[in-house]
């Protein structure tokens, strides 16, 4: 799977081998953008185009473009879980959500880049 990052946001590419072209789409935010090449540099740039003409039409019709994230991570757990959290991240000098976002990002880094 190939994933391009462009302004912060982020495109994933697909082969279609019925048309036989490599299509694409942002999957962080809720509204739709698609993108479409025959080669992966003529995707790459398709998505850049079409991130831009997102936050232009956006900007030209009032409309509050879709954020990719906004950084708040609802996370629930069990309270045997939490207390083990707590203190883990203690052990290590940090806070909860401290400590979570280093475990976390670091397990994120290892899966992206297998």
């Known amino acids: 799977m190939i994933m391009f990052t462009y302004k912060g946001y982020t495109g994933q590419l697909e ?3 019925e048309e036989n072209i490599l299509c694409g789409r ?3 935010i ?3 953008i698609t ?3 025959e080669t ?8 850049e185009d079409s991130v831009d ?5 956006c900007e030209e019709s009032g409309e509050e473009p879709n954020k990719p994230f906004s950084g708040k991570l609802p996370f629930r757990t069990t309270p045997e879980n939490h207390r ?3 203190i883990a991240a203690s052990k290590a000098g940090k806070s909860i959500n401290g400590w979570m976002d ?6 994120a880094e290892q899966t992206i880049h297998a």
């Open 15 to 17: 082969i279609d081998t």
């Open 26 to 28: 942002v999957i962080d």
């Open 30 to 32: 809720k509204d739709v």
């Open 35 to 37: 993108f479409q090449g």
């Open 40 to 47: 992966v540099e003529e995707a790459r740039q398709a998505f």
């Open 53 to 57: 003409d997102y936050l232009e039409w």
């Open 84 to 86: 083990k959290i707590f």
């Open 102 to 107: 280093e475990i976390l990002t670091k397990a």
